[in-house]
């Protein structure tokens, strides 16, 4: 296990702390943190610095390589709509396009229970 040596004087620790923030800055959350709004893109929940944690980076393309600089493969999405969007994409690829599990049924009924309601309600007025 590797230890890394602490700084020995305040000045030596500030441009730790410095160096530190700028490293973690170049990560794409950090980026993405500062591009959009601290809100989920799917439930619209706000989040704040208390709960900031739980606000994630997702990757739209999901290539977590994928990073441009304009922050355009990137969606903020809180811990439970990720969470979620990582099962449809799973179910995507494991059963097909249909993320619901349920084949589509192209001969649905178009049956209109009130179509000729206001001939009815016309009819009992008179």
């Not at 890394?4 to 160096?19: V, W």
């Not at 494991?94 to 009130?114: C, D, I």
Request: hydrophobic share 25%.
């Amino acid at each position: 296990m590797t230890i890394k040596n602490k700084p020995n004087t305040g000045n030596e620790l500030i441009a730790q702390a410095r160096r530190d923030k700028e490293e973690r800055e170049k990560g794409y959350r950090e980026r993405a943190l500062k591009l959009y709004p601290w809100v989920c893109g799917r439930c619209a929940r706000e989040f704040d610095l208390k709960n900031m944690r739980e606000l994630t980076v997702h990757h739209k393309d999901h290539n977590h390589d994928n990073n441009p600089v304009d922050g355009s493969n990137w969606e903020l999405l809180c811990l439970y709509c990720h969470d979620n969007e990582h099962s449809r994409y799973e179910e995507q690829a494991r059963y097909g396009s249909n993320s619901t599990g349920v084949k589509e049924n192209h001969n649905a009924s178009t049956h209109n229970p009130f179509a000729n309601l206001k001939s009815l309600l016309t009819t009992k007025n008179n």
